[in-house]
T-cell receptor
Framework: EAQVTQNPRYLITVTGKKLTVTCSQN?????MSWYRQDPGLGLRQIYY???????DKGDVPEGYKVSRKEKRNFPLILESPSPNQTSLYFC????????????FGEGSRLTVL | GENVEQHPSTLSVQEGDSAVIKCTYS??????FPWYKQELGKGPQLIID?????GEKKDQRIAVTLNKTAKHFSLHITETQPEDSAVYFC????????????FGTGTKLQVIP
């Protein structure tokens, strides 16, 4: 089954404790990206990657890091989480760099105390 | 950069009635306009999209219209059913270069049985 898998789905952590949210897709997509969803703000892009070893900032990259060492994986790293990073996070992938369907994971709800 | 505004933020309709969600965009270079449906606890899923060389597209009970001159596009759902209850996001992107997708802030649709 074609899918984007994120882990963990739910996480409660404390300020400053490094964490990683993993994302893996099995569709051989070149393009992957991370979004955060906050009430009233919709989906905002954090980082994106056009291919292995190619990443760039989205609209709200502060406090986040990413890496793309393999085509299927695109982890999101919070080196020192803060309460304002409490949010619902989505990973997405797409077959093309151009305009096309984004396939989203099920989401990771993160709470930073 | 692109800015997408979406209205209304919430919408309640009686089962069987029609629902209309409207979006405006700012960047005349945008040429791809997808609509995503997010059910509770899940990631957004593409339901319909339209490209700038088309004015209207239909898929069963769902239709999208695009007015390039006015820079707005709308989602129309006819004969609404309870399973249409969800959050709907419009988006705009440009197919040249990298896939920068800008989302609207979302509309929570409630279909009352």
């Amino acid at each position: 089954e074609a899918q984007v898998t994120q882990n963990p789905r739910y996480l409660i952590t404390v300020t400053g404790k490094k964490l990683t949210v993993t994302c893996s897709q099995n569709m051989n997509h070149e393009y992957m990206s991370w979004y955060r969803q906050d009430p009233g703000l919709g989906l905002r892009q954090i980082y994106y990657s056009m291919n292995v070893e190619v990443t760039d900032k989205g609209d709200v990259p502060e406090g986040y890091k990413v890496s793309r060492k393999e085509k299927r994986n695109f982890p999101l790293i919070l080196e020192s989480p803060s309460p304002n990073q409490t949010s619902l996070y989505f990973c997405a992938s797409s077959v093309t760099q151009g305009a096309g369907e984004l396939f989203f994971g099920e989401g990771s709800r993160l709470t930073v105390l | 950069g692109e800015n997408v505004e979406q209205h209304p933020s919430t919408l309640s309709v009686q089962e069987g009635d029609s629902a209309v969600i409207k979006c405006t965009y700012s960047d005349s270079a945008s040429n791809y306009f997808p609509w995503y449906k997010q059910e509770l606890g899940k990631g957004p899923q593409l339901i319909i999209d339209i490209r700038s060389n088309v004015g209207e597209k239909k898929d069963q009970r769902i239709a999208v219209t695009l007015n390039k001159t006015a820079k707005h596009f709308s989602l129309h759902i006819t004969e609404t059913q309870p399973e249409d209850s969800a959050v709907y996001f419009c988006a705009a992107s440009y197919s040249g270069g990298y896939q920068k997708v800008t989302f609207g802030t979302g509309t929570k649709l409630q279909v009352i049985p």
